[in-house]
């Protein structure tokens, strides 16, 4: 989704907390955000979603800005197994799903 | 949750012809969707196939090009027609579990010559 932007690539070391920006300006009141992620060779794995509020799981925690123009997915202690590629995606009221352009996170130990 | 496969796993296609691509789940769904994820970049949502009715194909996805089928609540078929080299991709099915969520198939690499 060309409306949905992400810088191309992030590292964090080990146990650091990261932060994963998402630009979402053009977001319409009743779409959802989503975070999935995807190893190689593999199909995308749900992360989180929101709508408005903020949002935590066990194994992220996601932060809508107050116009829902961006978003921000924390993970609190990155781990080598969370080197993927991750992906901010906007749903609308049909569950279709329009990714953005992702941001590949390397985990140095 | 759900598991869901797909056929092939990959394949290497000639120019001109066309390739079927499968995708079985174990619990019936409404909803499922196939993508595409072009060489080193992010996925684009092809069309929706719900059971009983046409698919849904977004903007620059035509039917002629990638006509999908949808006979029952565990299974599609994407086909790629006519195939060129810029059709090489990954392609991806998901289904819908629920309001919020889908999962994802592990794609098929096809790759035309």
């Known amino acids: 989704d060309a409306k949905t932007t992400q810088p191309n690539s992030m590292e964090s070391n080990e146990e650091e907390p990261v932060h994963l920006p998402c630009n979402h300006s053009t977001i319409s009141g009743t779409d959802y955000i989503h975070w999935y992620r995807q190893l190689p060779s593999q199909g995308p794995e749900y992360v989180i979603h929101?709508?408005?509020s903020n949002v935590n799981n066990r194994m992220a925690s996601l932060a809508i800005a107050e116009d829902r123009k961006s978003s921000t997915l924390i993970l609190h202690r990155a781990t080598l197994r969370d080197a993927a590629v991750y992906y901010c995606i906007r749903s609308d009221t049909g569950n279709q799903f329009y990714f953005g352009t992702g941001t590949s996170l390397t985990v140095i130990p | 949750s759900a598991v869901i496969s797909q056929k092939p796993s990959r394949d290497i296609c000639q120019r001109g012809t066309s390739l079927t691509i499968q995708c079985q789940v174990d619990s019936q769904v409404t909803m499922m969707f196939w993508y595409r994820q072009q060489p080193g970049q992010s996925l684009t949502l092809i069309a929706t196939?719900?059971?009983?009715?046409?698919?849904?194909?977004e903007s620059g996805f035509v039917i002629d090009k990638f006509p999908i089928s949808r006979p029952n609540l565990t299974f599609s078929t994407l086909t790629v027609s006519n195939m060129s080299p810029e059709d090489s991709s990954i392609y991806l099915c998901s289904v819908d579990l629920g309001p919020y969520e889908q999962y994802f198939g592990p794609g098929t690499r096809l790759t035309v010559t």
């Open positions: 929101g709508l408005t």
């Open positions: 196939a719900n059971q009983g009715s046409e698919a849904t194909y």
